[in-house]
């Protein structure tokens, strides 16, 4: 049975008011990701306490970076359930983990942070690994803007 959206509204909010994209689907999830050129980070969002202490705040930390995909998306683990096991499918050869952060560029995951990867870390060191990601397979801001144009 899915967790209430009483319970989980101000979660899901913690990422859309840094502009991460609801994906509460599994079309909205192949079409944010495969329509989408570039980088892609997919945020399995969780109710659990690394996903409020450690990994949203990170992901906020991580997002304000110079150097960062172009789109960002979100499913709910508990509540957007099927949203969820497809953008866990393109986590290819990697067990589900919530939450996670995947990083997919032109369709592929090239960048994974599972949960274990979360629960012992801070939401700075998780910004820092982000970040690190980002600079390795994602272009400036100021190119992507200027690529569009």
Known sequence: MP???MLIKPMREDLTRLGVEETR???AVDAAIQNTAGAVLVIVNSVCG?????AR????????HNVRPGKAITVFAGADIDATERARGYFKGYPPSSPSIGLMK????VYLMERYQIEGR???QIARELTAAFDKFCAPV????????
């Open 142 to 149: 100021q190119q992507q803007t200027a690529a569009t144009n």
């Open 25 to 27: 689907t599994p079309e």
């Open 57 to 64: 705040p990170g992901i906020a930390q991580a997002l304000q």
């Open 50 to 54: 690394c996903a409020a202490g450690k």
């Open 3 to 5: 967790y209430s959206e």
């Open 122 to 124: 801070s939401a700075e």
């Open 106 to 109: 032109d369709g592929k995951l």
